[in-house]
């Protein structure tokens, strides 16, 4: 915060929505002055209009510098603790041990695990580190765990990965919406308020979810399918809607290529079928298919047939009023969105599950029109900025693709390298923290706590602790960090200044409000202090430093961020930042895309013919039950921040096992009991809380903490094979009293 400013407007350091806030110095309050901020709602940011969560309003907790690592950690030898060390001591023996490792083993053994909470700035250095410095094509980051199925099915369909097409306050005005595998009441509070007052509009909502969540509350139909069968149950309600005359034929004939492939497929998905396999009632697929394609003559948002003819006029990209409604089959007029999160991606067929969630909508004409569209709710801070700008190992900025000849020409010259000096594409996040200790050697990790968050997560600490070098870039001393040779104290969210983008493709000002504690160095330093030491000195480290280059990287890339800047971002329309793509000075930003054309070659969306057989686990006689697994409200990620604030953790303590009445029974589990979940990979223990919320052949395990009730110990890491996702959502298990 400068001196004269009483207050920074900024944002979140947590989830997606990038809630803005206002932070306040608490001088003379009774924090005792460890907390110097206060954190409230910034009233005039159009995501969360004033609201925070839990998790936000509590977030100046972050900045005590009791919680945090204040110095660089040092490991003299394998065997040694870790010891407190200066800057100069921890980068020169980095980099010592970097140069060693590629000396002995080549370039592609040294690798980079990073994150999609990471600010652009961030992000996009270590994208270019690894190319331009250490010269490997081996990074990768935690939104592969997070984003990629999604990212893959809109790839696939639409030609470009925007999480949301359109802006979040949309949702308020769309007569139908089916949400699947969310749980955004908890996950994302503030953006529930969208969704009540779609339903005070006379909309109606659908959510998709083996577990009567807080979401799931506030919806008109709820099904609960067994975890991992979505693909099956999309394709019974594309079914329907194919046996009931309810798809826009006119639409699918002016807007999409594939349909005949695609009908073709679920016509052996019939309702009764997809009972059988996803225990889901068959009225109710029939009803949930009527329902979303607006053809049970009840409801709707106000806004069907064109009624709501401001709707193009809200949006930046030449709309058109209301033109984009088809009339198809008389029915399709009614607006509507699909929007998916992890429940139906993180699993072993989550980019099919997620193009069969799409068929769906393009099929029923709901796409490419205003209030029309399919979105999935991206997850980190930056999870969509994250994977935009060459931090995912087929990746370069701009959201070029790392094998195309022109992008690395274009990316070559502004890092001033020769395009044939960029090393190819590397490996997905699992298969990269599973050739820990073989082919990689050395590997260096910011903004990621895999050793909770990656699934199978004894096989992965194993692999960590197998590598000849870990360095650790955190805020605080993660159980990853705790396993490092090095670990670097890095600045964070309000420490420093820095780029996000939202769920939404707006990109946001996080802006600094508070000097960082002593011998605290951003990320960004210490990259630049490696580069210097492996040869490369001139390495950018100051954000707008960085974010100017980045703008011209992307430059004619798909996510076009070469109309930006820190003055224009800092200036649009007090801080709400601008949509990508953003071409020029000039360019107003696009809020809402694909309401001309979709984003490929033929402008047509495609439907993806995709297989429907469930990929799960398949339980047996010794592993009869299912997990999932996900989140609760009061906790983030791997905990390493959350369990480090108090009021959070006395919301949620620890690991808990969820489970139906009726398997508590079966399993001889009353509440409140140690539970013993066992997979084929290991088990996990933690107290049963036991309600009829939850499918009776399946338990839930939130996975924010580390120790016995480490719910990665349990899923595995069979990964999708279109997006490397990894399948953190179904696993065969046994179920038990611990004794
Ligand atoms: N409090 C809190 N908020 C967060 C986070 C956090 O850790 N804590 N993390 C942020 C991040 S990075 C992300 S990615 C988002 C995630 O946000 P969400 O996707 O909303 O969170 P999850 O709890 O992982 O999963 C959502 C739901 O999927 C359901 N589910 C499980 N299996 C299946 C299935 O087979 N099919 C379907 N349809 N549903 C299934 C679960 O029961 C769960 O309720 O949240 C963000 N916000
Ligand atoms: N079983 C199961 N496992 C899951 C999931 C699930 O649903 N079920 N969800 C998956 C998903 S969607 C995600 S996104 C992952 C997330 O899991 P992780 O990748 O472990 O994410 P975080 O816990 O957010 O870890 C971020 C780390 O970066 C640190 N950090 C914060 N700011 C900075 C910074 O500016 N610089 C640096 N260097 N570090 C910083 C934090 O202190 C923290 O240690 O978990 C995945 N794992
Ligand atoms: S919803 Fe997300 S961005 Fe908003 S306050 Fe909560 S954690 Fe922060
Ligand atoms: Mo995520």
Same mark, same amino acid.
């Given at each position: 915060?400068?001196?004269?400013?009483?207050?920074?407007?900024?944002?979140?350091?947590?989830?997606?929505?990038?809630?803005?806030?206002?932070?306040?110095?608490?001088?003379?309050? =009774?924090?005792?002055?460890?907390?110097?901020?206060?954190?409230?709602?910034?009233?005039?940011?159009?995501? =969360?209009?004033?609201?925070?969560?839990?998790?936000?309003?509590?977030?100046?907790?972050?900045?005590?510098?009791?919680?945090?690592?204040?110095?660089?950690?040092?490991?003299?030898? @394998?065997?040694?603790?870790?010891?407190?060390?200066?800057?100069?001591?921890?980068?020169?023996?980095?980099?010592?041990?970097?140069?060693?490792?590629?000396?002995?083993?080549?370039?592609?053994?040294?690798?980079?695990?990073?994150?999609?909470?990471?600010?652009?700035?961030?992000?996009?250095?270590?994208?270019?580190?690894?190319?331009?410095?250490?010269?490997?094509?081996?990074? $990768?980051?935690?939104?592969?765990?997070?984003?990629?199925?999604?990212?893959?099915?809109?790839?696939?369909?639409?030609?470009?990965?925007?999480?949301?097409?359109?802006?979040?306050?949309?949702?308020?005005?769309?007569?139908?919406?089916?949400?699947?595998?969310? =749980?955004?009441?908890?996950?994302?509070?503030?953006?529930?308020?969208?969704?009540?007052?779609?339903?005070?509009?006379?909309? @109606?909502?659908?959510?998709?979810?083996?577990?009567?969540? @807080?979401?799931?509350?506030?919806? $008109?139909?709820?099904?609960?399918?067994?975890?991992?069968?979505?693909?099956?149950?999309?394709?019974?309600?594309?079914?329907?809607?194919?046996?009931?005359?309810?798809?826009?034929?006119?639409?699918?004939?002016?807007?999409?290529?594939?349909?005949?492939?695609?009908?073709?497929?679920?016509? &052996?998905?019939?309702?009764?079928?997809?009972?059988?396999?996803?225990?889901?009632?068959?009225?109710?697929?029939?009803?949930?298919?009527?329902?979303?394609?607006?053809? $049970?003559?009840?409801?709707?948002?106000? =806004?069907?047939?064109?009624?709501?003819?401001?709707?193009?006029?809200?949006?930046?990209?030449?709309?058109?009023?209301?033109?984009?409604?088809?009339?198809?089959?008389?029915?399709?007029?009614?607006?509507?969105?699909?929007?998916?999160?992890?429940?139906?991606?993180?699993?072993?067929?989550?980019?099919?599950?997620?193009?069969?969630?799409?068929?769906?909508?393009?099929?029923?004409?709901?796409?490419?029109?205003?209030?029309?569209?399919?979105?999935?709710?991206?997850?980190?801070?930056?999870?969509?900025?994250?994977?935009?700008?060459?931090?995912?190992?087929?990746?370069?900025?701009?959201?070029?693709?790392?094998?195309?000849?022109?992008?690395?020409?274009?990316?070559?010259?502004?890092?001033?390298?020769?395009?044939?000096?960029?090393?190819?594409?590397?490996?997905?996040?699992?298969?990269?923290?599973?050739?820990?200790?073989?082919?990689?050697?050395?590997?260096?990790?910011?903004?990621?706590?895999?050793?909770?968050?990656?699934?199978?997560?004894?096989?992965?600490?194993?692999?960590?602790?197998?590598?000849?070098?870990?360095?650790?870039?955190?805020?605080?001393?993660?159980?990853?960090?705790?396993?490092?040779?090095?670990?670097?104290?890095?600045?964070?969210?309000?420490?420093?200044?820095?780029?996000?983008?939202?769920?939404?493709?707006?990109?946001?000002?996080?802006?600094?409000?508070?000097?960082?504690?002593?011998?605290?160095?951003?990320?960004?330093?210490?990259?630049?202090?490696?580069?210097?030491?492996?040869?490369?000195?001139?390495?950018?480290?100051?954000?707008?430093?960085?974010?100017?280059?980045?703008?011209?990287?992307?430059?004619?890339?798909?996510?076009?961020?070469?109309?930006?800047?820190?003055?224009?971002?800092?200036?649009?329309?007090?801080?709400?930042?601008?949509?990508?793509?953003?071409?020029?000075?000039?360019?107003?930003?696009?809020?809402?895309?694909? #309401?001309?054309?979709?984003?490929?070659?033929?402008?047509?969306?495609?439907?993806?013919?995709?297989?429907?057989?469930?990929?799960?686990?398949?339980?047996?006689?010794?592993?009869?039950?299912?997990?999932?697994?996900?989140?609760? #409200?009061?906790?983030?990620?791997?905990?390493?921040?959350?369990?480090?604030?108090?009021?959070?953790?006395?919301?949620?303590?620890?690991?808990?096992?969820?489970?139906?009445?009726?398997?508590?029974?079966?399993?001889?589990?009353?509440?409140?009991?140690?539970?013993?979940?066992?997979?084929?990979?290991?088990?996990?223990?933690?107290?049963?809380?036991?309600?009829?919320?939850? &499918?009776? $052949?399946?338990?839930?395990?939130?996975?924010?903490?580390?120790?016995?009730?480490?719910?990665?110990?349990?899923?595995? @890491?069979?990964?999708?094979?279109?997006?490397?996702?990894?399948?953190?959502?179904?696993?065969?298990?046994?179920?038990?009293?611990?004794?």
């Amino acid at each position: 915060m400068d001196a004269s400013a009483a207050v920074t407007r900024t944002h979140c350091p947590y989830c997606a929505l990038q809630c803005g806030m206002e932070l306040r110095s608490e001088t003379g309050s =009774n924090s005792g002055g460890a907390v110097p901020l206060r954190a409230d709602g910034w009233d005039a940011f159009p995501v =969360n209009k004033g609201a925070l969560c839990q998790k936000g309003a509590t977030a100046t907790e972050l900045l005590n510098p009791a919680a945090r690592l204040t110095t660089p950690l040092l490991r003299r030898s @394998r065997d040694a603790e870790l010891e407190t060390a200066t800057w100069d001591e921890a980068l020169d023996f980095a980099a010592s041990r970097i140069c060693d490792l590629a000396a002995a083993h080549g370039r592609d053994a040294v690798g980079i695990f990073g994150g999609g909470g990471l600010t652009h700035e961030k992000a996009y250095s270590l994208g270019k580190f690894a190319r331009v410095v250490l010269q490997t094509p081996h990074i $990768d980051y935690n939104g592969r765990f997070c984003m990629s199925a999604a990212a893959a099915a809109s790839q696939r369909a639409f030609g470009v990965d925007r999480g949301l097409p359109f802006p979040l306050a949309d949702v308020a005005h769309t007569d139908v919406i089916l949400l699947v595998g969310s =749980n955004l009441a908890d996950t994302m509070p503030p953006a529930l308020r969208y969704f009540t007052a779609q339903r005070e509009n006379g909309g @109606r909502l659908i959510v998709v979810d083996p577990r009567r969540t @807080r979401t799931a509350e506030q919806a $008109d139909l709820h099904l609960q399918p067994v975890p991992g069968t979505d693909a099956a149950l999309a394709a019974g309600l594309l079914h329907v809607l194919i046996a009931e005359h309810l798809v826009d034929e006119e639409f699918i004939a002016a807007r999409t290529s594939g349909f005949e492939e695609v009908r073709a497929e679920v016509l &052996r998905w019939w309702p009764e079928r997809v009972e059988a396999v996803c225990g889901v009632p068959a009225p109710d697929v029939r009803a949930a298919a009527r329902m979303f394609a607006g053809a $049970d003559n009840e409801g709707g948002a106000g =806004n069907g047939a064109g009624a709501k003819n401001g709707a193009g006029a809200k949006n930046g990209a030449g709309a058109r009023n209301g033109a984009g409604v088809h009339n198809g089959a008389g029915i399709t007029a009614s607006t509507g969105m699909v929007l998916t999160a992890r429940g139906t991606e993180q699993q072993a067929d989550g980019a099919d599950a997620v193009n069969a969630w799409i068929n769906l909508a393009l099929a029923a004409g709901k796409a490419g029109r205003p209030y029309c569209g399919y979105g999935a709710i991206t997850g980190q801070g930056n999870g969509q900025g994250g994977r935009e700008h060459g931090q995912k190992a087929d990746q370069l900025p701009g959201y070029r693709k790392i094998t195309d000849p022109a992008a690395r020409d274009h990316v070559a010259k502004v890092w001033g390298v020769p395009a044939d000096s960029l090393p190819g594409p590397g490996r997905p996040a699992v298969e990269l923290l599973a050739a820990c200790g073989s082919d990689i050697k050395a590997l260096l990790v910011a903004g990621s706590n895999p050793v909770v968050s990656a699934p199978d997560a004894s096989f992965v600490s194993a692999r960590l602790a197998a590598l000849d070098f870990l360095a650790v870039c955190d805020v605080v001393l993660s159980e990853t960090a705790a396993l490092a040779d090095v670990v670097f104290p890095v600045t964070q969210w309000a420490e420093e200044s820095g780029t996000m983008t939202n769920l939404e493709g707006r990109v946001l000002l996080r802006r600094q409000a508070i000097a960082p504690p002593d011998g605290v160095r951003s990320d960004l330093d210490v990259l630049g202090g490696l580069a210097e030491r492996l040869g490369r000195p001139g390495f950018l480290t100051s954000p707008p430093e960085v974010f100017a280059e980045l703008a011209r990287a992307s430059a004619g890339g798909v996510a076009d961020y070469s109309g930006l800047s820190y003055e224009r971002l800092d200036a649009s329309s007090e801080g709400a930042g601008l949509h990508w793509p953003c071409p020029a000075p000039e360019h107003p930003g696009t809020p809402r895309m694909f #309401l001309e054309a979709f984003g490929t070659p033929d402008g047509r969306a495609r439907f993806v013919a995709v297989g429907h057989e469930p990929a799960v686990e398949e339980p047996s006689a010794d592993f009869p039950y299912r997990l999932t697994t996900g989140r609760v #409200l009061a906790q983030y990620q791997s905990g390493a921040q959350t369990r480090r604030v108090r009021s959070l953790n006395s919301a949620e303590p620890g690991a808990f096992v969820q489970l139906h009445p009726d398997l508590a029974a079966a399993v001889g589990v009353s509440e409140g009991d140690a539970v013993r979940v066992t997979s084929r990979r290991g088990s996990a223990v933690a107290p049963a809380r036991i309600n009829d919320l939850i &499918r009776p $052949d399946t338990v839930f395990m939130p996975f924010h903490w580390a120790g016995a009730g480490r719910a990665n110990s349990v899923t595995r @890491r069979t990964t999708d094979p279109v997006s490397g996702m990894p399948a953190f959502k179904t696993a065969a298990v046994r179920v038990e009293v611990e004794r």
